[in-house]
């Protein structure tokens, strides 16, 4: 049994953790972070005497590994939050609302690993191999524009406040939530309502389909809960919510509830740590 | 200019499913039923592309059991001029709905192929990567922003951390992401005229697609329940509940 690990960075230490799980050796694949997938799918799908091929589901994981799976006709597993066992796993569906244990009938096993869910393990040490990768005549990088960030990383921060459409601004946003983050260490996050209202980038986007995050800490001020934010943070250790509206859905799922309003409540907080 | 729309019948997004007791799956039986939001953005794109001159023709594709009709029909009142509803009872999976997309894509030939970056039932994210490697085609995931020109499609992705700006010669795939736009609604008479576009009828046998699971489902469960929370009167209160937690840096 030897497993493929395709690693872009961070999140690929907890994809690690999985990876040993299934038992046997495990060889590393460094990539790129902005790494296209159609030479690399390829080179990958050509390797022999891997049994698995595992990574964590980033931006890059996601995009990479379905087309590895399709070419070697395999059905990818996406997602999992617990190795069962070597052909055996855990991933949420319906918005988290469900989880489901699922068998593959595959000789080789494809999977994605949710890295909130895994412990980090070092990739010191691990057997490294290398393949080309970069553009082909499929597709090519005009232009790479990462977001400044000067923030802990949003997936594996151990605090995340996140604010929703409550704040009304961009500016109340920032003056709110900054100054709160800085104290904590923490991440900012945002609901897809601010989101779309401009309050935050893109990328911040904490829910089903944008960032799945498990801190210690989650601070959700200003969110009210839908379904689908809940997804991306509902395994946190400690939820905490400010909120107006005592009857919000997030109080439901928090540790701690307070009720009010967050233009009184964050500057309180902020000065009493 | 033709472009390929695939599109899924799922669960509304604002319907909480609720597991059946005996493990065996989640109870759609009376859930409301709607078009894929990620799908619906994929259909929006192609139609705005015809409106803006880029493309002259629309086929929609869904792979499901014969209520996938209404799905269909609300992508032809959205503006696509053909569909093409693949019958099948029973669980699909992205590999093998990837295989009817590359069969039909393999006859109508279409110059673009718009797909959902993800379906809200099962999460997978998976078939727009599996149809572009079946056709050999370039992929740009998680689009936010696609042009056309010159044989080229030229798409900025949603990417942790930023975003990637990516040209793709033609044929090629796009995954749709929640920011490429917002789909219009639908109006009654066009629902109505919708009613009157051509909509084939086939199977996977007739495509020669194998659409057998590959996994098995062992098991489908509630997720682990939380500890019922607290309400707290002040943020002295919170503070110091969080400082017994010891989850404050």
Known sequence: MTTLLIADGEPAAHALTAALQLGGEVHVLEVASNALAERLADAIAKLEGYDAIVAAATSTGKNLLPRVAALLDVMQISDIIEVVSPDTFKRPIYAGNAIETVQSTDSIRIVTVRASAFAATPLDGVKRIDLGGGNSELSRIVSDEPRPNDRPELGSAGIVVSGGRAFGSKEQFDALLVPLAKKLNAAIGASRAAVDAGYAANDLQVGQTGKIVAPDLYIAAGISGAIQHLAGMRASKIIVAINSDPVAPIFALADYGLVGDIFTLLPELTAAL | ?249
Do not use: Y
Not at chain 2, 57 to 77: F, N, W, Y
């Open chain 2, 1 to 249: 200019m033709k472009i390929l729309v695939a599109v899924k019948r799922v669960v509304d997004a604002n319907f909480r499913v609720r597991v059946k007791p005996d493990g065996s799956g989640v109870d759609v039986d009376n859930a409301k039923m709607a078009m894929n939001p990620f799908d619906e953005i994929a259909v929006e794109e192609a139609i705005r592309l015809k409106e803006a001159g880029a493309a002259t023709e629309i086929v929609v594709v869904s792979i499901g059991p014969a209520k996938a009709e209404d799905t269909l029909r609300q992508a032809l009142a959205m503006g696509c001029d053909r569909g093409i509803l693949v019958l099948h009872e029973g669980k699909t999976e992205p590999l093998g709905v990837a295989k009817i997309l590359a069969a039909i894509a393999k006859t109508e030939a279409p110059d673009l192929m718009i797909l959902g970056k993800q379906a809200i039932d099962d999460d997978a994210n998976q078939t727009g990567q599996m149809l572009a490697a079946l056709l050999g085609r370039g992929q740009a995931t998680f689009a936010s922003r696609l042009t056309l020109a010159d044989g080229m499609a030229t798409v900025t992705r949603e990417v942790d951390g930023g975003a990637q700006t990516l040209d793709l010669p033609l044929p090629a795939v796009v995954t749709a992401d929640l920011r490429l736009n917002t789909p219009r609604f639908v109006s009654l008479p066009n629902i109505i005229k919708a009613r009157a576009k051509p909509l084939a009828k086939t199977s996977a046998a007739e495509l020669g697609v194998d659409l057998a699971p590959r996994l098995r489902t062992l098991r489908i469960e509630e997720p682990p329940s939380r500890p019922a929370g607290i309400i707290v009167a002040s943020v002295a209160e919170l503070v110091a509940r969080l400082r017994e937690a010891a989850v404050l840096p």
